[in-house]
């Protein structure tokens, strides 16, 4: 538990782009679910996209579909949340988190039982 760590986040200016990565040093998490989730300052936690353990299906929230993409390289044991054309709607505390394995995307909250510290992204007009 909480053995994830973000990182790559940043300040930037709308337009920008920027990739973020999900991590879990000295354990795997091939076979498992993943998603990242954010929270804007003074809202709920809103879910961003999530990627099955065999990268066969990737859902994404309809208000950054076009815009970024979400991967995992197993061998590397990393997830990542490419981000394109930043608006500062994007702001918000970014986490990465762990479900279990399965066929398909979940996109609440409860089905993910582990959890990265976050990492801010600011995108400034």
């Known amino acids: 538990q909480g053995q994830l760590v973000e990182s790559g986040g940043g300040l930037v200016q709308a337009g920008d782009s920027l990739t973020l990565s999900c991590a879990a040093p000295?354990?795997?998490?091939?076979?498992?679910?993943m998603g990242w989730f954010r929270q804007p300052p003074g809202k709920e936690r809103e879910f961003v996209a999530g990627i099955t353990w065999s990268s066969r299906r990737i859902t994404y929230a309809d208000s950054v579909k076009g815009r970024f993409t979400i991967s995992r390289d197993n061998a590397k044991n990393t997830v990542y949340l490419q981000m394109n054309s930043l608006k500062p709607e994007d702001t918000a505390v970014y986490y990465c988190?762990?479900?279990?394995?399965?066929?398909?995307?979940?996109?609440?909250?409860?089905?993910?039982?582990?959890w990265g510290q976050g990492t801010q992204v600011t995108v400034s007009s």
């Open positions: 988190a762990k479900g279990r394995g399965s066929t398909f995307v979940e996109i609440t909250g409860p089905f993910y039982d582990d």
């Open positions: 000295g354990r795997t998490f091939s076979s498992d679910n």
